[in-house]
């Protein structure tokens, strides 16, 4: 099972990309959980997770988060505006998984 972490501002905001990537995963048949938290969850929600993608609202956050994602053994990384802004759930999930598989 793969598990992926969104984080943003409040974490309202990625619920509805959280259902896009969740149908785009039934659809390929991958075993996935992908859930969303507000920033302030984020470092120790990702303890439990394969990578953590934020929004690009949090990216000043980055460098901060990448502290806790190095002790988790995990990537992280902005999740691209456009594909944010157009919840696109296929491309958000294609850079989870490449993610996931560049950190092996």
Do not use: H
Not at 17 to 30: D, I, S, T, Y
Not at 37 to 60: C, N, S, T
Request: hydrophobic residues 45%; proline residues 3%.
């Amino acid at each position: 099972m793969v598990k992926i972490l969104l984080a943003c501002s409040s974490g309202m905001s990625t619920s509805l990309l959280v259902q896009k990537m969740e149908a785009e995963a039934n659809e390929r048949g991958l075993d996935a959980e992908i859930w969303a938290v507000a920033q302030d969850k984020a470092a120790e929600d990702m303890k439990k997770a394969d990578v953590l993608l934020i929004g690009p609202q949090m990216r000043f956050m980055k460098k901060k988060l990448s502290v806790n994602a190095e002790e988790a053994g995990i990537p992280l990384d902005v999740i691209n505006p456009v594909d944010y802004g157009r919840v696109n759930g296929k491309a958000v999930l294609d850079t989870a998984l490449e993610l996931i598989e560049n950190n092996k």
